[in-house]
């Protein structure tokens, strides 16, 4: 960490508390079965000095992130902070009140609505707009809108939204979603030695998750509507923290917001819990387009994590440099990987400009520089790093086990690790414990070294999610593994995928090998999206394509459903094929859907 970073500049905890009207007390949100899915009066332990436990840089992060209640950004804005991961925001409008981003939860989002409500009156919510295709930014629209209560209502959003906003749950969602939990570290204690922030926020509500479809699509930069009175100017910036995402401006409020693309961290070209790699040359570029294209029409910057940036020519200094970071390190990255180095060296080698590394807002607390350095590299060059000696490798476990031989076996390999957690190469001693892990999990010497090497590492961390990927790799060293509170699988966003990615959904957890003899054909005829859609499974790959409503397959199909979407989503949750519609033998789904494995929700990750 930088030994000349300003601790006595005051500004930010001076922006956190402007315009606090009230914060909600007690800061607990309970679903309706009781359940708690938020509680932020967990964090008051921030109120104290930073312990030997925490980086004292991430220990000020939280505690700038765990202020939370109901603020006037200006005029006619508010924002409720602390009530989740993200921001609600609220724009008064002539009739009621427009809804920006709506928490993750449906609890989460009712409960910032009732205390806006409580200190601004009844207003009816007169619009929704989503500022991009993350689910912390659409998963409450219920609690703002209940079923029944949006219709006619404009609900807005960048072009593209929906489907990305659905298809990382169809893909990879199990797997992105067991890594999120030592990501946000959902199962460590809130405490000093624990959980203290995920650096963008304090860490994600595990209520209901729900969508709400958009009914207007911002399809170019220059697009302005006008919602409840109040006009909105919009900026469209694709590929940039998410692959549909938008700044707007109010202009007679003087208000920007930034949605994600500018907050009080350094951001994540490739977020831990995994995604597709994020473009930072893009991201940079769209930044310097938003400070020409409004320049001189507003006096605050508000985004959906952190707190406001108020003052026209800070707003424009803010933005000029997190346009600098994400260049500087895109461009770095570039040039040294030109010149050989690999992801891992770029990552040891690079540093930020003294101007950028002491700036707060550019400080790693959600990415980090080491993580989007290696993210750079992997988005150009891919995981392969030219030498043939990493082409081929061992898998972790065979290889832990040669590596364990080749060091005098698991007595002499653990006292190798042990004296360097004694000469403070905390790096390698993880390294040397993990194959012993590897090699022999239930190696408990091993398994309690490596978790204390980790407490240690994690505990050091400033960046927020290494900080709890650490700290949870040591309790399920401890414990073991564990699962998620946090279900995405909701009818509405059931719904809201796609045919095609419902069955791409079904063709991602196909069994192979024991697939590999079937030759079955399925036609699905949609009559309500008026298309014909023909799936065929050989040589264990389940595939799939349109084809003509009308006229003779070249190849019959062995059944064929007639139905609607909904009727579809049945069937692959498990109804009986004979309820609906079909030619064929209906027992061909069943052997179909007897393929299909269940996704392990608490795969093991820091164990074999």
Not at 305 to 329: C, E, I, K, M, S
Not at 463 to 492: H, I, K, Q, V, Y
Not at 536 to 548: D, E, I, K, M, Y
Request: hydrophobic share 40%; aromatic share 8%; net charge negative.
């Amino acid at each position: 960490m930088s030994t000349s970073l300003p601790f006595g500049d005051r500004t930010d905890f001076e922006n956190a508390d402007r315009g606090l009207i009230a914060s909600l007390v007690p800061a607990v949100v309970k679903a309706a079965d009781g359940r708690v899915v938020w509680d932020n009066d967990a964090y008051d332990f921030l109120q104290g000095e930073c312990p030997p436990t925490a980086n004292p840089s991430l220990w000020r992060q939280a505690q700038l992130c765990a202020k939370q209640g109901l603020f006037e950004v200006t005029e006619g804005i508010y924002q409720v902070r602390g009530l989740d991961l993200s921001n609600m925001t609220l724009v008064e409008g002539e009739r009621g009140v427009i809804v920006i981003d709506p928490l993750i939860s449906a609890e989460t989002a009712a409960a910032a609505l009732a205390l806006y409500r409580a200190h601004r009156g009844d207003r009816p919510v007169t619009g929704l707009v989503y500022t991009h295709s993350h689910g912390d930014h659409f998963g409450g629209a219920r609690g703002v809108l209940p079923a029944g209560t949006e219709e006619g209502l404009p609900v807005i959003a960048p072009a593209g939204f929906l489907e990305h906003a659905v298809s990382e749950n169809v893909y990879a969602g199990n797997a992105m979603t067991r890594r999120a939990m030592f990501m946000y570290g959902d199962r460590l204690p809130k405490n000093p030695e624990g959980q203290i922030s995920a650096g963008l926020g304090m860490t994600t509500s595990t209520g209901t998750i729900t969508l709400i479809p958009p009914t207007l699509d911002i399809t170019r930069t220059g697009q302005e509507e006008t919602v409840d009175g109040v006009r909105i100017v919009f900026q469209l910036t694709p590929g940039t923290e998410a692959p549909a995402e938008m700044n707007f401006l109010f202009p007679d409020r003087r208000a920007l917001c930034l949605a994600e693309n500018a907050t009080h961290n350094m951001h994540n070209i490739l977020t831990l819990r995994g995604a597709v790699v994020r473009d930072a040359r893009i991201w940079s570029r769209y930044l310097d387009e938003a400070i020409e294209y409004f320049y001189g029409r507003y006096d605050v910057a508000f985004a959906s994590h952190h707190w406001p940036t108020w003052g026209h020519d800070n707003v424009v200094a803010f933005l000029a440099a997190q346009r600098d970071l994400y260049a500087y390190l895109h461009d770095q990255t570039l040039r040294l990987l030109n010149d050989g180095l690999t992801g891992p060296e770029i990552a040891e080698q690079l540093q930020l400009p003294p101007a950028l590394e002491n700036s707060w807002h550019a400080r790693g607390y959600y990415g980090s520089l080491s993580h989007n350095v290696k993210a750079v590299y992997q988005r150009y060059l891919g995981w392969f790093d030219g030498n043939p000696a990493h082409l081929w490798e061992h898998p972790p476990v065979e290889q832990a086990r040669r590596y364990v031989d080749a060091l005098g076996g698991p007595q002499a390999a653990l006292v190798k690790a042990l004296a360097c957690v004694e000469d403070g190469d905390l790096r390698f001693a993880a390294t040397l414990l993990n194959h012993l892990v590897f090699a022999d999990d239930s190696d408990a010497a091993a398994r309690d070294a490596l978790a204390g090497v980790y407490d240690r590492i994690g505990q050091g961390a400033e960046n927020g999610p290494w900080r709890n990927f650490f700290l949870t790799a040591a309790l399920e060293l401890r414990e073991g593994p564990g699962t998620t509170l946090l279900d995405a699988a909701n009818p509405e966003m059931a719904m809201a995928l796609t045919v095609e990615m419902l069955l791409d959904s079904i063709a991602v957890r196909i069994d192979g090998p024991r697939a590999w003899k079937e030759d079955m054909t399925i036609d699905l005829v949609l009559t309500d999206e008026r298309h014909r859609r023909r799936l065929t499974l050989q040589n264990g790959a389940l595939t799939h394509r349109v084809v003509p409503l009308a006229g003779s397959p070249r190849r019959s199909a062995d059944l064929t459903l007639t139905l609607t979407k909904p009727q579809l989503l049945a069937l692959l949750a498990g109804s009986d094929p004979e309820n609906v519609e079909h030619d064929g033998d209906p027992t061909i789904l069943k052997r179909l859907l007897s393929l299909v494995t269940p996704p392990d929700k608490s795969f093991p990750i820091v164990t074999p």
